[in-house]
Nanobody
Framework: QVQLVESGGGLVQPGGSLRLSCVAS????????MGWYRQAPGKQRELVAS???????NYRDSVVGRFTISRDNAKNTVSLQMNSLKPEDTAVYYC??????????WGQGTQVTVSS
């Protein structure tokens, strides 16, 4: 089993930055595909960014050039650096982990609010 604990959410002004972190339990973190998803009220949960065990990344078009996903397998962490934040980035952000055999596992979510 994998448990995911997120941190780093908060309130920022448009154009500001936040860094989200997700710490995973378990002994095989390095084999999991990790991702960040977000969900705004009344909308479906959507992929923001993902990173494979080999370090390949994928981003939602609207965040390309602004967000960066990374992982540190030694620390069992995945991070999302968010720059140039916009009001439309406001959502609950969730960490996700899965492999071909296990998961998905989800974190509890952390609120990101972008407002002036």
């Amino acid at each position: 089993q994998v448990q995911l604990v997120e941190s780093g959410g908060g309130l920022v002004q448009p154009g500001g930055s936040l860094r989200l972190s997700c710490v995973a339990s378990g002994t095989i973190f390095s084999t999991y595909v990790m991702g960040w998803y977000r969900q705004a009220p009344g909308k479906q949960r959507e992929l923001v960014a993902s990173i494979t065990s080999g370090g390949s990344t994928n981003y939602r078009d609207s965040v390309v050039g602004r967000f960066t996903i990374s992982r540190d397998n030694a620390k069992n962490t995945v991070s999302l650096q968010m720059n140039s934040l916009k009001p439309e980035d406001t959502a609950v952000y969730y960490c996700k982990a899965n492999s071909r055999l296990r998961g998905p596992y989800w974190g509890q979510g952390t609120q990101v609010t972008v407002s002036s």
